[in-house]
């Protein structure tokens, strides 16, 4: 398929297809809160990343962790639709990126990705309350003892409600900025023009 859309994404050229039939899925947007966190990931995330497992929640259309591969890290992404994965792969093939791929539903963590990323990314992917639970008890599952997570979130999580659900399971939660003017991109529902809010979370407070 054609791009309907090109973006810069860290030096990256990641194009969202073009969609044929019905409406575009989710999956098929480059979305703000993932331009932020992409940019985050190439510059001062970096350094810790280069050479460390990292697996990328939701991926879509893999913009962050494209690039966390671009910098180093060993890459996995994860989503529940397969036809996001395809892409991903054509994606990482056009940036000479290699990396891995895998279907995921957050309540059935495969045996073998239990404990394995010292850093789990993810980005606008907790706009549903109802699977904020589901989604925070991936990460701990995934994220290996020591390890954390880094969420950007464009004000969709009800005010509070990621934190607390956070700290309810256990996990230290912190809020590490506030993208007021994050990049305009097209989107389904105008997501550019709310803050893109930026988080990192480790598997357990004990």
């Known amino acids: ?5 090109l973006h810069d994404v860290a ?3 990641v194009p969202a297809p073009r969609i044929t039939r019905g409406r575009r899925p989710l ?17 001062e995330l970096a350094p810790q990343l280069a ?7 939701g991926c879509g259309l893999g ?13 996995t992404l994860v989503d529940r639709e397969p036809e996001a994965l ?22 059935r963590v495969p045996e073998a990705l239990v404990g394995a990323f010292e850093v789990v990314l993810g980005a606008d992917i907790v706009y549903d309350p109802s699977q904020l639970t589901p989604m925070l008890g991936a990460i701990q599952t995934l994220l290996a003892p020591g390890g954390c997570a880094y969420l950007a979130d464009p004000d969709r999580a009800i005010p ?3 934190a607390e659900t956070a700290r309810q399971m256990g996990m230290v939660f912190e809020h590490l ?15 550019h023009k709310q803050p893109v809010h930026v988080y990192r979370l480790t598997g357990t407070s004990s």
């Open 51 to 57: 050479g460390r497992k990292v697996l990328e929640l």
């Open 63 to 75: 913009a962050v962790g494209l690039s966390a591969a671009k910098v180093g890290a060993l890459v």
């Open 11 to 13: 030096g990256l050229r």
């Open 27 to 43: 999956w098929a947007y480059v979305w703000p809160a993932g331009l932020v966190l992409a940019e985050m990931v190439a510059r």
């Open 177 to 191: 900025r506030t993208v007021t003017d994050p990049p305009a991109v097209p989107t389904s529902d105008e997501s």
């Open 86 to 107: 395809v892409e991903v792969q054509r994606i990482a093939a056009e940036n000479s990126l290699t990396v891995q791929t895998q279907q995921l539903e957050w309540s």
């Open 1 to 5: 398929m054609m791009a309907a859309w």
């Open 160 to 162: 509070g409600s990621l």
